[in-house]
């Protein structure tokens, strides 16, 4: 099973830009579709944004327009950039594959990596 480990996360003031990374331990070309999540202080894990394996993206209301995901299979590797950062953007935020069950996204893994804390100051 592939390991994904994520990094890029930070402390940046309101309406900066972070890039995180999702660097994973065998090939993604094959995985159908890739998703960052995050998880607020407090809150439950979110699905921000999602991608295929042919470069169709969604994204959460709350970060469209703001947020690009975006993969490179000859890298292995999944992105995240986020623009325009707002304070309630702070969390830990999570890669991972997705599975599809009658339409709607889940985590294909039920294990989780460590997250990158992405921290928003006003």
């Known amino acids: 099973q592939v390991q994904l480990v994520e990094s890029g996360g930070g402390l940046v003031e309101a309406g900066g830009s972070l890039r995180l990374s999702c660097a994973a331990s065998?090939?993604?070309?094959?995985?159908?579709?890739m998703g960052w999540y995050r998880q607020p202080p407090g809150n439950q894990r979110e699905l921000v944004a999602r991608?295929?394996?042919?470069?169709?993206?969604n994204y959460a209301d709350s970060v469209k327009g703001r947020f690009t995901i975006s993969r490179d299979n000859a890298k292995n590797t999944l992105y995240l950039q986020m623009n325009s950062l707002k304070p309630e953007d702070t969390a830990v935020y999570y890669c991972?594959?997705?599975?599809?069950?009658?339409?709607?996204?889940?985590?294909?893994?039920?294990?989780w990596g460590q997250g990158t804390q992405v921290t928003v100051s006003s």
């Open positions: 991972n594959r997705l599975t599809v069950v009658f339409g709607r996204y889940y985590p294909a893994s039920g294990s």
């Open positions: 065998g090939s993604i070309s094959s995985i159908d579709a």
């Open positions: 991608i295929t394996s042919g470069g169709i993206t």
